[in-house]
């Protein structure tokens, strides 16, 4: 009897190694998608699309002057001009000496109006924005 349940020990041991196998060999049979490296055609009238955004963001108290609600105070200095910091309702600031802000860009255009995105994102980063 000890001798029977040995064997059946080492078959179900076999048909547990078989079923691992045959799980590894469906993985390995998975087929490839080969890598598709899209393209895309520059549209033509791109450069004279405008766009304008909102960046919501907590500034350290004192970095700016902020304006009320839709009534912002552009920014100036090295900031690009007529962009704007307002207050916004949806912000609240968790951390000590900072308040919430949203900067307003004007409206942009273009190849420029990405260089002032990027300019918006460097003083930003400079003031120690969250």
């Not at 045959?22 to 699309?49: E, F, G, S, Y």
Request: net charge negative; hydrophobic share 35%.
């Amino acid at each position: 009897m000890v001798h029977d349940l040995q064997r059946r020990e080492d078959h179900d041991e076999r048909d547990d190694a078989e079923r691992n196998d045959a799980r590894c060999d469906d993985a390995r049979a998975i087929p490839t998608v080969p890598a598709h490296r899209q393209t895309q055609t520059p549209n033509p009238k791109a450069a004279d699309l405008t766009f304008g955004i909102e960046i919501e963001c907590l500034m350290p108290r004192g970095s700016m002057r902020v304006g009320g609600r839709h009534l912002g105070i552009e920014i100036g200095g090295e900031w690009p001009a007529g962009w704007k910091a307002e207050s916004d309702g949806s912000l609240t600031s968790g951390i000590s000496n900072y308040m919430p802000v949203e900067i307003v860009s004007p409206i942009l255009k273009g190849a420029d109006g990405i260089a002032q995105i990027k300019r918006v994102g460097e003083l930003l980063a400079r003031l120690d924005a969250a």
